[in-house]
């Protein structure tokens, strides 16, 4: 489950907010009691967000913004899907490996996404992208002169301010998909401490760490 409130039909009064239930789930559901969409998602990212219609409406206002934007759609995509990989979103990798797919992308690429850097199937300019990808959300924006090069040789600056501004959008939905448990991301904690054998004391563990000096 969420991490947040989910807020139901009942309570909804934000017009835009009700236009997303009806399409998303229909208008005889309420998708906090009876979650489900097409992709195959919860669909709670929905019904968290609706606990503030404002954030909601900039939300969908960046949909439709990457949706317009200039550049590749392909492209696009591997920004976010890369994005959604390197900052751990289950949720956000997942829905836009579907969208690579709608794309035209063939199955081997999508999946070569998570491990790009040994794969022969993407050229210079797609490479340069999930590079620029990783320099964004795995190195903070670190990002070295000769990536950047090849991005300038085959995308205007206008559409590399598009990648670099959808790319950062979707690791922040990774982020806070992940920090609120929604969607495909309501995981727990993977890492934990492992339990010690039985009989396993800590005078055992003392001399384990001593041992070699």
Not at 24 to 46: Q, V, Y
Not at 52 to 79: M, N, S, T
């Amino acid at each position: 489950m969420p991490r947040l409130r989910q807020v139901p039909r009942d309570e909804v009064t934000d017009p835009l907010t009700l236009f997303f239930y009806d399409r998303l789930f229909g208008p005889d559901r309420d998708p906090a009691a009876d979650p489900g969409t097409a992709t195959g998602s919860p669909g709670d990212w929905w019904t968290v967000f609706a606990l503030d219609p404002a954030i909601l409406k900039h939300c969908v206002k960046g949909f439709q913004l990457y949706r317009e934007a200039g550049l590749d759609p392909v492209l696009r995509e591997l920004g976010q899907s890369r994005a959604g990989w390197a900052r751990g979103s289950q949720f956000v990798f997942s829905q836009h490996c579907k969208q690579m797919r709608a794309l035209g992308v063939p199955d081997e690429k999508v999946q070569a996404v998570a491990y790009w850097q040994v794969s022969p199937l993407f050229n210079e300019i797609e490479r340069a992208v999930l590079a620029y990808t990783d320099g964004l959300v795995l190195d903070g924006g670190r990002v070295h002169d000769e990536i950047f090069a090849v991005l300038k040789a085959h995308l205007s600056d206008q559409q590399i301010l598009e990648l670099t501004y959808i790319t950062c959008l979707y690791e922040m939905h990774a982020t806070m998909s992940r920090a609120l448990r929604l969607e495909f991301d309501d995981r727990p904690e993977q890492v934990v401490e492992v339990d010690a054998p039985d009989g396993y004391g800590t005078r055992d563990i003392a001399d384990d760490l001593h041992v070699g000096g």
